[in-house]
């Protein structure tokens, strides 16, 4: 595993929760919602990539 993927993961999430919290105060509920669901987005497909590379790593290592 690599320790970028871990700060790029920290990074979104603390972005996400400035955004979040500026949102929420300035009344903007619905917007904070969406910053929510789109950092969360993001970091699925992030990974799920790594997922992918390890099912493939395990292929190859067990020959299937």
């Known amino acids: 595993m690599n ?3 871990v700060f790029q993961i920290a990074g979104i999430g603390i972005v996400v929760a400035v955004l979040n ?3 929420n105060r300035a009344g903007r509920d619905e917007m904070a919602l969406m910053v929510t669901i789109a950092g969360l987005i993001a970091v699925l497909f992030i990974v799920s990539e790594q997922i992918g ?3 493939s790593a395990i292929k190859r290592i067990f020959g299937l």
């Open 21 to 23: 919290q500026l949102l």
């Open 53 to 55: 590379e390890l099912f």
């Open 3 to 5: 320790v970028d993927l």
